[in-house]
């Protein structure tokens, strides 16, 4: 089957609100005779004559009434598709938005972006989703509309990505901890019992890597799969956890941090999102209310 002229709606629409070729051919900036040669079109393409001549004037078939306001109501709502998108009304907003987030994201920015979208948009609800890997697959399925991370090797191609912001890994120990005195040291810290962070479970990262530069080398005693995790092991026994500090900021509350005594590269936390929901005025207005929650965090390092 051929495909139909989806311009010959526009064209009916017009015709049978005006019942009058010379009129429509105005309307259509068209000349008479292009309106008549549309009008023939249509007749074939329908199977129906649609005006006929009664007097002087054109009156419509029982198939033209039957047709003119399902007609239409097709081109006011192809018009409502092609146009650009209205001031979006936050107050009317109903919609629920899944993220999945790095872990602590939660914690430290969860409350104040809940506070910010209960008072923009009081009928958004947000459902925060665990991040086991960096596999962009439910970006793509739809099932995740926003994510927060470090992009990795698993990150899609079509993804889209902003930087949130900067983070440094710092040693956070409980509070009457032996670190938590006196000057550290690289050898002093690498000489500590370590709690290190690792999803896939691997036994080295780049702070081991950073250490190997110094011809020290961590003693691991235990690998656990989240930040807090370790932070929680850390706060109760005499183990030492490397965390990213912006990120668990809220975490840390009541234990003490502070800057490794050597140089471990930053990492940038990153907004992402599928090209499909780039142009949504709703997802657009929740990925601004992301950022600047994140730029007005309480636990920012300057970069």
Known sequence: MSRPDFNLLLTLDVLLAEGNVARAAQRLRLSPSAMSRALAR???????????????????????LELREKVSQLVQETEAVLRPVERLDLKQLARTFTLRTSEGFVENFGPALIARISEEAPGVRLCF??????????????????????????????????????????G??????????????????????????????????????ALELLDLQRNIITIVGGFSSALSLARSS????????????????????????FSVPEITVSLLWHPRLHADAAHRWLRGCVREV???GHYAHDP
């Open 172 to 209: 956070v120990v409980r509070s009457d901890h032996p670190l938590s005195k006196g000057k550290i040291t690289p050898s002093r810290y690498a000489s500590g019992r370590h709690v290190s962070v690792s999803r896939r479970g691997l036994s080295k990262g780049p702070i081991d890597e």
């Open 294 to 296: 994140c730029a007005d």
């Open 129 to 170: 989703v665990q991040k086991p890997s960096k596999d962009s697959t439910p970006l793509r399925d739809g099932t995740v509309d926003l994510e927060t991370g470090v992009i990795g090797k698993a990150t899609g191609p079509e993804v889209r990505v902003q930087a949130l912001f900067r983070d440094r890994f710092i």
């Open 238 to 261: 005499d183990l030492i956890a490397s965390v990213p500090e912006r990120h668990t900021g809220k975490l840390r509350d009541g234990m003490h941090s502070f800057p490794l005594p």
């Open 42 to 64: 249509l007749r074939e393409t329908t199977g129906d004559p649609l005006l006929v001549r009664a007097g002087r004037g054109l009156v419509p078939t029982p198939r033209a």
